[in-house]
């Protein structure tokens, strides 16, 4: 069964600190790892990764995988009080291409 | 105009009713999903349809039924609703695209009760 573990669960830092969240998982058969960001309601699609070594970058967030030692790291630079909210890693795997999701990492960032 | 609705946002029941979630998508997307998030479990999978023609239960389907009406139509119906089925519920789409795996795209929702 593919499992998907993030940390920490929760985070609370100031504005202008930088944070970076874990995902690590067991999968039968990568296909990919998926960052969503989700705030009040509906997960918003953040990254995709599927190749070891190769940073993803959408301003200040960025994402790389390691797929030997199996996860994920989300990093965040000069964080704002827009950048609070559940950060979820979710893992495709297998035949089915189904997502298996982590339960999140809360992030709260203070002014 | 959003591209994955559902309706209804939010409802309260009571334990024994029948409820029905609809999800509807302006995507073109094949693939439908249904989760429940519920606090410190994260997004479980309920039903998943990859077209009108399939449906398949995900880990949590027990006390769950879908119909897949037409390729942008996908329902969720709890036929005798129970307290813990209380939950926030997803639908979700996405467009498969080849040998690599579909990002899902998510509805706003639906915050259900039942008391």
């Known amino acids: 069964e593919d499992k998907v573990v993030q940390s920490p669960l929760s985070l609370v830092v100031h504005e202008g600190d930088t944070v970076t969240l874990n995902c690590s998982y067991e999968?039968?058969?990568?296909?990919?790892l998926l960052w969503y960001k989700q705030e009040k309601k509906a997960p918003t699609f953040l990254f995709m990764l599927?190749?070891?070594?190769i940073e993803k970058k959408s301003g200040r967030l960025s994402s790389i995988l390691d797929k030997k030692e199996l996860f994920s790291i989300l990093n965040i630079t000069a964080t704002q009080t827009g950048d609070s909210a559940v950060y979820l890693c979710?893992?495709?795997?297998?035949?089915?291409?189904?997502?298996?999701f982590g339960k999140g990492t809360l992030l709260t960032v203070n002014p | 105009d959003a591209d994955v609705t559902q309706t209804p946002r939010n409802r309260i029941t009571k334990t024994g009713k029948r409820i029905m979630l609809e999800c509807s998508q302006t995507?073109?997307?094949?693939?439908m999903y249904w989760y429940r998030q519920d606090p410190g479990l994260g997004l479980r999978l309920i039903y998943y349809?990859?077209?009108?023609?399939?449906?398949n239960k995900g880990e949590i389907s027990d006390g769950y039924s879908v119909s897949r009406q037409a390729q942008a139509k996908f329902s969720l119906s709890l036929e005798s609703a129970i307290p813990n089925q209380t939950a926030l519920y997803f639908c979700?789409?996405?467009?498969?695209?080849?040998?690599?795996?579909?990002?899902?795209?998510f509805g706003p929702g639906t915050r259900l009760t039942v008391l």
């Open positions: 979710a893992l495709s795997g297998g035949s089915n291409y189904k997502l298996t």
């Open positions: 979700a789409t996405s467009d498969y695209t080849g040998d690599r795996t579909d990002t899902q795209y």
């Open positions: 999968v039968t058969n990568f296909r990919s």
């Open positions: 349809s990859f077209d009108v023609k399939d449906i």
């Open positions: 599927t190749s070891s070594g």
């Open positions: 995507k073109g997307h094949d693939r």
